[in-house]
């Protein structure tokens, strides 16, 4: 079903969203697709810039090259994609749409052949050291129905992440009880971890 490009640049980049003017590089998009797989999936539109300006492709065969490069030799495993060109005021885009994975997790390489996995929050794509792969169970009612979970959403909703030592604060209960908290959510498929950073940081894996 094709996409309407102008809702989508009304809606603005977010989880499932990325806009690019242009691709700079097969390894950085690599990323991009990466967190995409890695996550809940996401719509890459290329031809449009970060402020909903759409200054179009140049070529559609030297992006989609760099796509390909990037699907099929720097994300380990490889992963498919369609896409679709959408003409916009005369102006050529295109739509990569990238479905959630279920060979995750997948790895992106860089320039130096290093391997790293990507999620997104909100709408960035962020580097951690691992994936944790929620299980076929849905998140425990009762823990979501919690006070202590129910706060940590909407803390959430607001903000891009959260630390043990904030939402231990934010709840009022000790470090190891936020931080075993936390760790079950993740589990769970409700919160994405970010352990590049230190401290440990947590995502709302579906927020918009």
């Known amino acids: 079903m094709p996409h309407n490009l102008v809702e989508l640049i009304a809606q603005g980049e977010g989880i499932r969203l990325e806009f690019k ?11 991009t697709l990466t967190a995409f797989s890695n996550t809940v ?15 179009g492709v140049e070529s559609e065969m030297h992006e989609m ?46 320039e130096q052949g290093n391997r790293t996995i990507y999620i997104r929050s909100k709408d960035k794509s962020i580097p951690t050291n691992r994936l944790i792969l929620s299980g076929d169970e849905a998140p425990d009612n009762q823990l979501l129905q919690s006070p202590n979970v129910r706060n940590l ?10 630390t043990v030592g904030r939402f231990a604060q934010l709840v009022n209960i000790s470090g190891s009880r936020a931080g075993k908290l936390l760790h079950q959510l993740s589990e769970q498929g409700l919160l ?7 401290p440990i940081r947590f995502s709302l894996k579906t927020s918009e």
């Not at 003017?21 to 990323?31: K, Q």
């Not at 803390?155 to 992440?161: A, F, I, P």
């Not at 994405?192 to 230190?198: G, S, T």
């Open 21 to 31: 003017s242009t691709i700079h590089t097969a390894y950085r998009i690599a990323r």
């Open 41 to 55: 999936g996401g719509l890459l539109v290329i031809g449009v810039s970060d402020d909903g300006k759409v200054p």
């Open 65 to 110: 090259q760099k796509i390909e490069k990037a699907t099929d030799f720097l994300i380990d495993p490889a992963i498919s994609v369609s896409y679709e060109v959408a003409i916009h005021e005369g102006r050529k885009v295109i739509l990569i749409d990238v479905p959630e994975s279920e060979d995750k997790p997948h790895y992106a390489l860089d």
């Open 153 to 162: 959403i909407q803390y959430l909703r607001k903000n891009e992440t959260i």
């Open 192 to 198: 994405l971890l970010q352990d590049k950073q230190r």
